[in-house]
């Protein structure tokens, strides 16, 4: 079965450094994998995926997320955080076993904090 | 750009009371979701629907849950009889056509909440 697991539930990073928001998946076949952010009373907004082709993947905000295959990670990253950065991202992945319609599967979610 | 909608963004209701959340996806997209999120727990897959039939469903969407694309615009979830523990936020999602390939794209979400 998919999975995707976001081992720390917070990260806290002052406002100029840079970011990694962590997610390991555990998929059978090909990895779909998408990074979304939720902001307050909000849904979720689709920040980046990867499909195939570069392990490094640039999305939305500045942020960009890595695919590793050899250690089944795709770890979000921002080279320098804004305050405007804090919300809770997930990481997920999708069902790769049907051709259409197929469910995103969600982590738990890691809540960013960025300070001034 | 446009986006998905959801009305309405928060829904108070008896228990055993039906309810109806109505979502109406982007206009080109042929794939629609309904998620839910119950207070402080991880986003669940409901069901999806593709040429106006379930594809999939999860095991929390039992027979109380229906959906329906009734008019070509609207994307409804219903629930026959609320319990308790159906108060959580209901997330809309829809994809354009490639699927796999493209991102969903969730509204802002219908706050249900079961007296």
């Known amino acids: 079965a998919q999975s995707v697991a976001q081992p720390e539930d917070q990260v806290n990073v002052a406002e100029g450094n840079p970011l990694t928001v962590k997610c390991t998946y555990s998929?059978?076949?090909?990895?779909?994998l998408f990074w979304y952010v939720q902001y307050p009373n909000r849904g979720l907004q689709f920040l980046l995926k990867?499909?195939?082709?570069?392990?490094l993947v640039k999305g939305s905000y500045g942020f960009e997320a890595e695919f590793n295959k050899s250690q089944t990670s795709f770890h979000l990253k921002k080279p320098s955080a804004l305050v405007s950065d804090s919300a809770l991202y997930f990481c997920?992945?999708?069902?790769?076993?049907?051709?259409?319609?197929?469910?995103?599967?969600f982590g738990s979610g890691t809540r960013l904090s960025i300070r001034p | 750009e446009p986006e998905v909608t959801q009305t309405p963004s928060h829904q108070v209701t008896q228990m055993g009371q039906e309810v109806i959340l109505r979502c109406v996806p982007i206009?080109?997209?042929?794939?629609f979701y309904w998620y839910r999120q119950i207070l402080g727990q991880k986003v669940e897959f409901l069901v999806s629907?593709?040429?106006?039939?379930?594809?999939?469903k999860s095991e929390i969407f039992d027979d109380q849950f229906s959906v329906e694309r009734p008019d070509g615009s609207n994307f409804t979830l219903k629930i026959r009889s609320t319990k308790l523990e159906d108060s959580a936020m209901y997330f809309c999602?829809?994809?354009?056509?490639?699927?796999?390939?493209?991102?969903?794209?969730f509204g802002d979400g219908t706050r249900l909440s079961i007296l």
């Open positions: 999602a829809s994809s354009a056509p490639g699927d796999r390939n493209q991102p969903q794209h």
């Open positions: 629907f593709y040429n106006n039939e379930i594809s999939e």
């Open positions: 990867y499909i195939t082709g570069d392990n």
């Open positions: 998929v059978s076949g090909n990895p779909y």
């Open positions: 997920a992945v999708r069902d790769g076993i049907r051709s259409s319609a197929s469910k995103i599967i």
């Open positions: 206009s080109n997209h042929l794939y």
